[in-house]
């Protein structure tokens, strides 16, 4: 079992930056893969990036240049640092984590960010 809380989302100006966090309750380092899906108003939930415990990240084309994943061991934090955003990336973003072990994904609760134009 795996619980995951975000932080770090609001409302921003299109250009603008954000940092949003996600500190899960136990070793990141155990977990095989983290990462950020977002879902807009009507459509359905996407990934945005992911890091795997080997630390390969990934990112949809539409963030790569943009956004960047990075992790702090320490913390046990996963964080998602955006910039320029535009109002297309307007979305609730949800932290995911997923156990290969066990096959199973584990999600946050969201953390709304709109981008106004």
């Known amino acids: 079992q795996v619980q995951l809380v975000e932080s770090g989302g609001g409302l921003v100006q299109a250009g603008g930056s954000l940092r949003l966090s996600c500190v899960a309750s136990?070793?990141?380092?155990?977990?095989?893969?983290m990462g950020w899906y977002r879902q807009a108003l009507g459509k359905e939930r996407v990934l945005v990036a992911t890091?795997?415990?080997?630390?390969?990240?990934d990112y949809a084309d539409s963030v790569k240049g943009r956004f960047t994943i990075s992790r702090d061991r320490a913390k046990n934090t996963v964080s998602l640092q955006m910039n320029s955003l535009k109002p297309e990336d307007t979305a609730v973003y949800y932290c995911?984590?997923?156990?290969?072990?066990?096959?199973?994904?584990?999600w946050g609760e969201g953390t709304q960010v709109t981008v106004s134009s």
């Open positions: 995911n984590a997923f156990l290969e072990y066990y096959n199973t994904q584990y």
């Open positions: 890091i795997t415990s080997g630390g390969l990240t």
């Open positions: 136990k070793s990141i380092f155990s977990i095989n893969r």
